[in-house]
């Protein structure tokens, strides 16, 4: 978009009253917005997978700069590879929670792709490291649009410790379908490993990473191009993630009944086995269309449920209201207060003295 004003400038869109100036507030320089990031790491796996915990350690070595999640920057690209317009991606953002905590601004100036690079151009510069990353989790394939020379690391959890995360998180209100997302995720990495040359991916299982996190930070590493250095576990002394643990893989085994189990395996059919996990030993499990259908509902109900225990009772109707009007004014609204209930109950990942987070 040529010869319009900058973004501070702009009266505000109707985003709750708010304009993009006081929700964004500008605590990073780009300064490099010019410049097209050529081949960054990515870091992609289902949520609930241990990402978060990765792209500390990774973030944690002086000569990466791990951005938090990218998923902004590659969801409003469409599935023929085609950017947003500035407008659209514009408002994209205004409604975006890790936008809105990532410190970056919004610059109506610039291209899409110069936007997007300058932001991590900024993080690297601000760190003064040779190499950057972000985790995306789902959509990732969509990431060679702007990268066509990216390098993947693809985490993934077992499925057993992933269901139950999930719903302990509002995401899901059983096990059938709190593995959904898995499965979307793991069918579009096993598809990308069809299209991209073996020295640009990496499967990293969380169990590895927490049970032998030296040797497979030293693997991740090489990877990455730079030396494996022991400050990659300082993430411990400024944020509330811990040194792992091997005692947080195989939860599963405590969290979920016998029948949630046979429910989970069933679900995820032979990737499990695929993927390299150890299958319960308990009878499989057939779901037919009646018993699919049952669950899809207890889904729902169940996930109405937590949202009322997450957001409370008005938030959720409000939510509801604005689905069933279509108001887009109104559903902007009510995100916006989704966004500030989530960020509060958020575990947290960094801290007011870390010297180079950029979230607040």
């Not at 994209?92 to 890790?98: G, K, T, V």
């Not at 993630?241 to 009944?257: K, M």
């Not at 059919?269 to 899809?296: E, I, K, N």
Request: aromatic letters at 10%; hydrophobic letters at 40%.
């Amino acid at each position: 978009m040529t010869g319009g004003r900058a973004a501070t400038a702009r009266q505000p869109v109707g985003f709750g009253g708010k304009s993009l100036q006081i929700m964004l507030q500008n605590e990073v320089s780009i300064s490099m917005l010019g410049h097209v990031v050529s081949q960054p790491t990515l870091l992609v796996g289902a949520e609930q997978s241990g990402t978060t915990l990765l792209r500390l350690m990774l973030d944690s070595h002086p000569e990466i700069a791990f951005a938090e999640e990218l998923q902004y920057a590659v969801e409003p690209i469409a599935d023929d590879g085609s950017f947003p317009s500035m407008p659209s991606f514009e408002r994209y953002l205004a409604l975006d929670r890790s936008f809105s905590t990532s410190g970056f601004v919004f610059d109506e100036t610039k291209s899409f792709p110069d936007l997007v690079n300058g932001f991590l151009r900024s993080r690297q510069e601000k760190k003064g490291a040779t190499v950057w990353g972000a985790t995306i989790h789902k959509g990732f394939t969509k990431a060679l649009a702007l990268w066509p020379d990216a390098k993947f690391i693809h985490l993934v959890r077992d499925p057993r410790d992933v269901a139950p995360a999930r719903i302990h998180q509002g995401l899901a209100g059983n096990v059938w379908h709190a593995l959904d997302q898995w499965i979307e995720v793991e069918d579009e990495w096993a598809a990308l490993a069809t299209r991209l040359p073996a020295d640009r991916l990496l499967t990293v299982r969380f169990s590895d990473l927490i049970t032998d996190y030296d040797a497979t930070l030293n693997t991740i590493c090489r990877f990455i191009g730079v030396d494996y250095t022991a400050q990659m576990l300082d993430y411990a002394s400024d944020t509330d993630y811990r040194v792992p643990s091997a005692a947080v893989a195989g939860h599963w085994r405590d969290r979920l009944s016998g029948s949630e189990v046979r429910l989970a395996e069933a679900r995820v059919g032979t990737r499990l086995t695929t993927l390299g996990f150890d299958p319960s030993g308990l009878p499989p499990l057939a779901v037919g269309p009646a018993r699919a259908w049952l669950l899809r509902w207890h889904d729902r109900i169940g996930r109405l449920l937590l949202r009322i225990q997450y957001y409370g009772v008005g938030l959720t109707l409000a939510d509801l209201t604005a689905r069933m009007s279509h108001s887009q004014r109104m559903q902007q609204s009510v995100r916006l207060r989704f966004n500030e209930v989530e960020r509060a109950l958020r575990k947290k990942s960094w801290s007011d003295s870390a010297k180079y987070r950029t979230s607040r």
